[in-house]
Nanobody
Framework: VQLQASGGGFVQPGGSLRLSCAAS????????MGWYRQAPGKQRVLVAS??????NYADSVKGRFTISKDNAKKTMSLQMNSLKPEDTAVYYC?????????????WGQGTQVTVSS
């Protein structure tokens, strides 16, 4: 399965961005889906996940980020509000942590988000 994140860019602190994820196959209704990010020099971490409508967020983004998906359109989104410089990272979409990065669900290129004044 190929997953491609898009929608990143440069934004000032306090701004918003909306990331999108497209998949080559219909997986959004079958698997836990997540958004991950990797800041320079740091490990990739899960920041938001969605499973059958239930969502979970890392403490660092709770209240600011919203994950959603459209199974019919095979897309997933991450609405990011009140962005902070520490949100700067490459963002990736994938399935849940147990399978993300496996040979069935390799990491895509990700999309760069830069928050700076």
């Amino acid at each position: 399965v190929q997953l491609q994140a898009s929608g990143g860019g440069f934004v000032q602190p306090g701004g918003s961005l909306r990331l999108s994820c497209a998949a080559s196959e219909s997986i959004f209704s079958t698997y836990i889906m997540g958004w991950y990010r990797q800041a320079p020099g740091k490990q990739r971490v899960l920041v938001a996940s969605i499973n059958s409508g239930r969502t979970n967020y890392a403490d660092s983004v709770k209240g600011r980020f919203t994950i959603s998906k459209d199974n019919a359109k095979k897309t997933m989104s991450l609405q990011m509000n009140s962005l902070k410089p520490e949100d700067t990272a490459v963002y990736y979409c994938n399935v849940g942590p147990s399978l993300a990065g496996s040979r069935w669900f390799p990491w895509g290129q990700g999309t760069q988000v830069t928050v700076s004044s």
